[in-house]
């Protein structure tokens, strides 16, 4: 069992930069991927970066590609998401989400946050 806790969301205006960080409880934190998702009101929920175990590895959508950076510090059980250049379309809540494999699908991840809201203003 996995619990994550998303924190540093807010309101920000188009091209400030934010940091969301995400808090895993439990031992194995290690052993998974984690993902970052959004879901914008009316919208599916989408992903927005992933990296795996290690952290020697990411992967993200075109979308953000350049404004987001993912990363992890496993002494720390922790995950982050540096966002750059906001736009007004960046504008949702934000999910951290584990997995057994880095996946840009939201099935193969079991255990996920409650969110943290992000809003950019033009």
């Known amino acids: 069992q996995v619990q994550l806790v998303e924190s540093g969301g807010g309101l920000v205006q188009a091209g400030d930069s934010l940091r969301l960080s995400c808090a895993a409880s439990?031992?194995?934190?290690?052993?998974?991927?984690m993902g970052w998702f959004r879901q914008a009101p009316g919208k599916e929920r989408e992903f927005v970066a992933g990296?795996?175990?290690?952290?020697?590895?990411?992967n993200y959508p075109d979308s953000v590609k350049g404004r987001f950076t993912i990363s992890r510090n496993n002494a720390q059980n922790t995950v982050y998401l540096q966002m750059d250049s906001l736009k007004p379309e960046d504008t949702a809540v934000y999910y951290c989400?584990?997995?057994?494999?880095?996946?840009?699908?939201?099935?193969?991840?079991?255990?996920w946050g409650q969110g943290t809201q992000v809003t950019v203003s033009s």
């Open positions: 439990g031992r194995t934190f290690s052993s998974y991927a």
């Open positions: 990296i795996n175990r290690g952290g020697g590895a990411a």
């Open positions: 989400a584990a997995s057994l494999l880095l996946s840009t699908s939201q099935g193969p991840y079991r255990y």
